[in-house]
């Protein structure tokens, strides 16, 4: 089976490449990821951070949270990833992003106390968690 994602920003000066197994992928609900995206929510996959590198251009960091830190594209403002402190061995990418979005389907909705009232019934089939964990 081929785990190789490839992906970039829109104007194409970012490129990436996830070469690895998914280990989490979702929709995300929370403000932070609102703000960052200007969108409603914004679906993660989730690789070892061994397994994820940047193939071209480099990208903008923005330090959003005192454990996290995100990168975009300092032309177009394409959001692509997401490190937090606690996990250095995780790196999340941002689906969309994705040469082909399709390559990865999410399974759980989180942060869900954050989500948006215009997305009721949205993807309600999928496990939610008004956190981010089932715990």
Same mark, same amino acid.
């Given at each position: ?36 995206? *200007?969108? =409603? /929510? ?6 070892? %951070?061994? &397994?994820?590198?940047? #193939? !071209?251009? @480099? ?17 177009? *403002?394409? =959001? /692509? ?6 996990? %250095?061995? &995780?790196?999340?990418? #941002? !689906?969309? @992003? ?20 215009? /997305? ?16």
């Amino acid at each position: 089976m081929n785990n190789v994602r490839d992906g970039g920003c829109l104007c194409g000066k970012i490129r990436y490449r996830a070469d690895g197994p998914v280990r989490w992928s979702g929709h995300c609900h929370c403000r932070l990821c609102q703000r960052a995206s *200007g969108a =409603p /929510l914004v679906t993660w996959f989730t690789v070892d %951070a061994g &397994d994820f590198a940047f #193939t !071209a251009g @480099s990208p903008q960091r923005y330090r959003s949270s005192e454990k996290g830190e995100r990168t975009f594209c300092g032309d177009c *403002g394409t =959001p /692509l990833t997401f490190r937090h402190d606690d996990s %250095a061995q &995780d790196v999340d990418i #941002t !689906a969309a @992003s994705l040469d082909d979005p399709d390559n990865v389907a999410p399974t759980v909705n989180v942060h869900t106390v954050s989500r948006r009232r215009f /997305l009721h019934g949205f993807d309600e089939t999928l496990p939610s968690y008004r956190d981010g964990s089932e715990s």
